[in-house]
């Protein structure tokens, strides 16, 4: 982590670059190896109760927060804080990725994850989860972002793509085809520290359900990415996550509508099928990760003039936006047949998306970057657009952004609320998100385990080439 030095010139830089931002605060005498930091009479998002608490003044001491106090309980401020002025100004817990890839599809384009870390940071993304990466390499880049705390992320590992064999990317794949293997696999894993196992459409029941079972005796969290193994079975199995909108629309369209041409985006959804399936999601509280961005931006609409040429894309290293298009004509890209029904078919991922949200089904918010169009970071404020046009109020999608993805990461008690003792990630807005949720790109500031950065400095550090 950085010394106190480093945190100090970080600090004493937000001090001295804007006056009308930062001021002294005058307190008793508070001894501390290094300065504090205030936010003063902020709006501060409460995830819990999804509501916004005005007038607030938060604490920080090093990594953590001390208090969050409101404008009737006075707040014990040291006499060498730095002090922020947080008037008119929106403090999220910092934003949380519950689905990218740091090392696949970057390392085809010759850019190493380092590379991308930045982006997130810049874009008010404190925490990301890998889902499926080369074990070693993914381990180096979680500890490249543990020792750069002022320009990444943090970083949460998970096992590579559990699948049968061959796996079907044989690079971020280890093929498992014996129930009676899985217990000595882990052991392996565990060894790298996961905090994940995933599942991937290879894969069966049989073997699936084993890495369920081992992976709960061993407190591990377990999502899958399903083919092979259809919802209602993982769900039943207890499968603690499902990755993509597609492992719960797959499994809900009747045998007669799929013979049908164009069947995806004409089917209803209100049929006997995805009603049990939705109803048994919402019981058992399975996390749903619905990833639109990857569908709208790389699989279905990437040919789409507003899609190809998102402002975001030209945020990208040059290696990898001069990769995409090649990785789109390798994987077919846009699926789906003509434009009309591609545009039906994602409207069917959105109006599922909110017939889960209605019915109680937790939902995370993941990107999937940075698959082709899927900037890191930045396409996370795309994928909190696109599930309020699902039918989620924004309010409960910044929750599933913050408090679900810590919760899905067993990192509630540190991660997801701006709260007296967890660590000291935030976002400081200068609009409030729960008006507009586009508000959530409005970034002043970024703080990440207490250290603040501008998002224009941390964006200087994204190789341009």
């Known amino acids: 982590m950085a010394s106190g030095n480093t945190r100090r010139h970080f600090l004493k830089t937000i001090a001295s670059s804007s006056a009308a931002l930062v001021f002294s605060c005058v307190a008793p005498a508070f001894s501390r190896a290094e300065p504090a930091l205030a936010i003063i009479d902020c709006t501060v998002f409460d995830p819990e109760t999804e509501k916004l608490l005005p007038r607030r003044t938060i604490v920080i001491r090093g990594q953590h927060i001390v208090s969050v106090n409101g404008s009737d309980q006075p707040s014990d401020i040291p006499s060498d804080t730095v002090c922020i002025d947080g008037r008119g100004k929106f403090a999220l817990p910092g934003l949380i990725d519950a689905h ?33 990466d080369e074990i070693v390499a993914a381990t180096l880049v979680a500890r490249f972002a543990q ?28 093929a ?6 899985v217990p000595a696999l882990l052991d392996d894993l565990q060894r790298w520290n996961v905090s994940t196992l995933k599942i991937y459409a290879g894969t069966g029941r049989e073997v699936g359900r084993a890495i369920i079972e081992e992976g709960h005796r061993r407190g591990l969290m377990v999502t899958a990415h399903l083919g092979a193994y259809p919802a209602q079975q993982a769900v039943a199995d207890g499968v603690d996550c499902l990755e993509h909108i597609w492992s719960v629309f797959n499994y809900v369209i009747p045998a007669d509508v799929a013979k049908e041409p164009g069947h995806r985006g004409r089917l209803d959804l209100n049929n006997p099928l995805c009603e049990a399936l939705v109803a048994e999601l919402a019981q058992r509280k399975t996390f749903v990760d619905p990833t639109l961005a990857v569908f709208r931006n790389m699989i279905l609409l990437p040919d789409v003039p507003e899609v190809r040429d998102h402002p975001d894309n030209a945020l990208a290293p040059k290696r990898l936006r001069d990769f995409w298009p090649i990785y789109l004509a390798q994987t077919g890209c846009p699926q789906g047949g003509p434009l009309e029904d591609r545009r039906r078919e994602f409207a069917k991922f959105q109006e599922l998306t909110g017939k889960l ?30 599930l309020v046009e699902s039918g989620l109020p924004p309010a409960a999608a910044l929750r599933a952004a913050t408090l679900n993805n810590a919760t899905v990461l067993r990192q509630e008690k540190h991660l997801g609320t701006i709260a007296p003792g967890k660590w000291a990630d935030i976002v400081l807005l200068t609009a409030n998100p729960v008006d507009d949720i586009r508000n959530t790109r409005q970034i002043e500031l970024v703080i990440r385990g207490g250290l603040v950065t501008r998002p224009d400095d941390v964006l200087r550090l994204v190789p341009r080439d």
């Open 100 to 132: 990218v890839h740091l090392v696949h599809v970057s390392d085809f384009a010759r850019v190493t994850g380092d590379e991308l870390l930045p982006l997130f940071l810049a874009a008010g993304v404190t925490s990301v989860r890998s889902t499926g």
């Open 147 to 174: 020792s750069r705390p002022e320009s990444s992320p943090r970083v949460f590992t998970c096992s590579p793509l559990l699948d049968a064999d061959p796996p079907i990317h044989r690079d971020v794949g280890r």
């Open 176 to 181: 498992v085809t014996d129930p009676a293997q």
């Open 357 to 386: 949200y209605r019915a109680g089904v937790p939902l995370l918010v993941g990107t999937d970057a940075p698959e082709p169009q899927v900037t890191p970071g930045f396409s996370l404020h795309q994928e909190l657009e696109m």
